[in-house]
């Protein structure tokens, strides 16, 4: 791919991004943590992130007396091998750091997210059927929805996640706990200006952009296009997509609703599209057909 030297600031890779100016602390009656570090907690997260080794992590705690398994042999191997040290917290003390959160006896302080440039995204994506494809947040704003999202899409194989800097929940330790850890796996970039990254993907990637929405006038996804490269835009709770960014979309697309309800919620409905984009990709099953999208395991 040819060179971009004059590549927009926000285009260029996040250092030390912060959605929220607050300094971060080790729970509700916690103290705070070093500048710059954050605590992830629940079983699930922290060995997904261990396994990915993206962030820097600077210790495992671990509730003292907690019964001994597999997954918790697994853990200390991970972190011994990245010589990450070891602490055992007394039961209430870990209650007291994690300020009430579920956090299933673990946690692991680590340093912040490692957002991605946008241009990464650009320069790779093969192997998979939605490899071909970015997802774009439109200010969503609920992290369980983020976590959500970003779970699917790290399941489908997408190439990446795009965000606003504002108005948008980040990639917080609930986020991460809500993804099951999957947040640790996909790259995820930020944008000041998403109307921005979005003629940016289609003038330098040769991306179309498709914006899920339903409303009248959109095909629904059975019946779209939706080959790659293909940018996915979905919107926050309640307001779906901005104006401007709805106005930029190359297409729109909806699910079709038989039943009583106007619509699902963003994760879901996102998971739904995505699949079909990989379906219309080759990556259906043998037997299944362009229609229903048939009913899959819980």
């Known amino acids: 791919m040819r060179p971009r030297p004059n590549r927009p600031r926000e285009f260029q ?31 699930q997260p922290v060995r997904e992130c261990l396994l990915a080794g993206r962030r820097v992590a600077h210790a495992l705690w671990l509730s ?29 003390l870990m209650d007291t750091r994690l300020g009430g959160t579920n956090h299933q006896g673990v946690a692991l ?56 800097a504002d108005r948008a929940c980040g990639i917080t330790p609930a986020v991460v706990r809500a993804s099951a850890g999957a947040s640790e796996h996909v790259r995820v970039a930020v944008a000041t200006n998403l109307v921005r990254a979005m003629n940016h993907l289609r003038e330098e990637g040769g991306f179309r952009l498709a914006g899920l929405e339903a409303l009248p006038e959109a095909a629904t996804c059975w019946e779209a296009d939706l080959s790659a490269p293909l940018g996915l835009v979905v919107g926050g709770e309640g307001a779906g997509l901005g104006r401007l960014v709805r106005e930029t979309c190359d297409l729109l697309v909806k699910l079709p609703m038989r039943g009583r309800v106007a619509s699902l919620n963003v994760s879901v409905a996102t998971g739904m599209a995505l699949y079909e984009i990989a379906r219309q990709a080759g990556g259906a099953p043998a037997g299944i057909t362009r229609g229903p999208a048939a009913a899959g395991s819980a």
């Open 13 to 43: 890779r996040v250092r030390g991004m912060h959605f929220h100016a607050a300094r971060p602390t080790a729970g509700g009656g916690g103290p705070a943590l070093p500048e710059g570090r954050e605590l992830l907690y629940g079983r």
């Open 64 to 92: 003292a007396r907690m019964k001994a398994t597999p997954e918790m042999d697994e853990m200390r191997a991970l972190a011994r091998s990245r010589a990450v040290r070891i602490a055992e917290l007394e039961p209430a």
């Open 109 to 164: 302080e680590t340093g912040p997210y490692p957002f991605a440039p946008v241009d990464e995204l650009l320069d790779a994506g093969v192997g998979a059927p939605c490899a071909g494809v970015i997802l774009l947040l439109d200010h969503i704003q609920d992290p369980q929805n983020v976590g959500a999202l970003l779970r699917t899409a790290e399941g489908a194989g997408v190439r990446g996640v795009i965000i606003p």
